[in-house]
């Protein structure tokens, strides 16, 4: 099993281009999730799926939007990237929503200038 | 906004010390969970520990959980210089389901 994958591993955009970070997990797991980390700032939720074909806003959904293609695939676009989008964005899994484990992607490391 | 808080921010060592970090957090919770990142890598599980538990252990991990104090600790006896990694906890509460993770502590451990 490949776990959590996302693509790309490394991206840099100009600002106002758009792009979109793909997720696939082969655990058959029924939520899936996107995170952006930022230094001193730990992870923060910006959408999650809970289950296939229902995605709900998390802390910072701001200049995000998410597809749950289906039960493996979560993908996160950026309409119009900006400078304050620069991050390292990590996808992550679990079998349910919320109290089970998570199990995260490798992280895109994404550059806006 | 953060639910839970780590402590120390930063924490160096000498191998074969324990390494001790705690987590505080706001509002009940359900379950705790203490994450791994290694530099550069995604955040590995480490260990969940429910609100009705007070100590569980893996390996060379030991995670106590006070909900009177709304804090948890992670001990890493022995630490091994393959310890050093960012450790995160995570904890759902205030309503929502969701884990929400601090911003980590820092464990160096020096050969």
């Known amino acids: 099993n490949a776990g959590v994958t996302q693509t790309p591993k490394f991206q840099v955009l100009k600002t106002g281009q758009s792009m979109t970070l793909q997720c696939a997990q082969d655990?058959?797991?029924?939520?899936m999730y996107w995170y952006r980390q930022d230094p001193g700032m730990g992870l923060r939720l910006i959408y999650y799926?809970?289950?296939?074909?229902?995605?709900d806003k998390g802390e910072v959904p701001n200049g995000y939007n998410v597809s749950r293609l289906n039960k493996r695939e979560f993908s996160l676009r950026l309409e119009s990237a900006a400078p304050s989008q620069t991050s390292v964005y990590f996808c992550?899994?679990?079998?349910?929503?919320?109290?089970?484990?998570?199990?995260f992607g490798p992280g895109t490391r994404l550059t806006v200038l | 906004s953060q639910q839970g808080e780590e402590d120390p921010q930063a924490l160096s060592i000498q191998e074969g010390e324990n390494a001790t970090m705690n987590c505080s957090y706001k509002?009940?919770?359900?379950?705790l969970q203490w994450y791994r990142q290694n530099s550069g890598r995604g955040l590995v599980h480490l260990i969940l520990?429910?609100?009705?538990?007070r100590e569980k252990h893996s390996g060379r991990l030991r995670v106590t959980l006070d909900t009177s104090k709304k804090s948890s600790s992670l001990l890493i006896t022995a630490s091994r210089a393959a310890d050093t990694a960012s450790y995160f906890c995570?904890?759902?509460?205030?309503?929502?389901?969701?884990?929400?993770f601090g911003r980590g502590t820092s464990l160096i451990v020096h050969p």
């Open positions: 992550a899994s679990s079998e349910y929503r919320g109290t089970d484990t998570q199990y």
């Open positions: 655990m058959n797991h029924n939520s």
């Open positions: 799926s809970a289950s296939e074909g229902t995605t």
């Open positions: 509002t009940s919770i359900n379950n």
């Open positions: 520990i429910r609100s009705n538990e």
């Open positions: 995570a904890t759902d509460g205030g309503g929502s389901y969701i884990p929400t």
